[in-house]
């Protein structure tokens, strides 16, 4: 696998290193030591999958607020997203900054979210199927977002968003001094 640390300190895309033959492709997405060896948090307490059936449809900006901040390994099976990741950590130094990337299916791409940053998505492609791996179990009572159309954001979605559930469109906007 290549680690690439996004320019959010602490975030890393990982690229599978395929081997092929007539038969197909076979690449490891997941391995306890070269997590490890990048000081990634190689703990998963559950999985969970997103299946949405039409391009066009956003989830985000969600996060756990403390005690239960998660990180996340996420990675799209099917179809295609925009991911995108905001750095809630007050003291970094690209605090409120994000970064975006393609996760595809044909890409087999994954992306490592620390704690203390909201992740969000936008589908690409109809019947689009992202996998999970988080580090804390959900805690209702300590989910937190941010609106995902905040100008002071500037995320670009490449697509119109079609579909966004109510309760992302009641989430605050970011602003430098609201509630973790």
Known sequence: MIFTETTLKGAF?????????????????????EFELHGLSPRWVQS??????RKGTLRGMHYQAAPNQEVKLVRCTAGAIYDVIVD????SPTYGQHVSLMLTADNHRSLY???QFAHGFLTLQDNSE????????????RARGIRWDDP?????WP???????EKDQLW??????WER
């Open 13 to 33: 895309v990982i690229d599978p290193e395929p081997t092929s033959d007539e038969r197909g492709m076979f690449a490891r997405v997941w391995c306890e030591k």
């Open 48 to 53: 969970s999958i997103s299946v949405n059936r």
């Open 88 to 91: 809630l950590r007050p003291t």
């Open 113 to 115: 979210i620390p704690k």
């Open 130 to 141: 992202i996998s999970y791996h988080m580090s804390e179990f959900y805690a209702p009572t």
């Open 152 to 156: 002071l954001l500037r995320i670009e």
């Open 159 to 165: 697509e119109p968003v079609v579909i966004v559930s």
């Open 172 to 177: 605050p906007q970011f602003n430098l001094n």
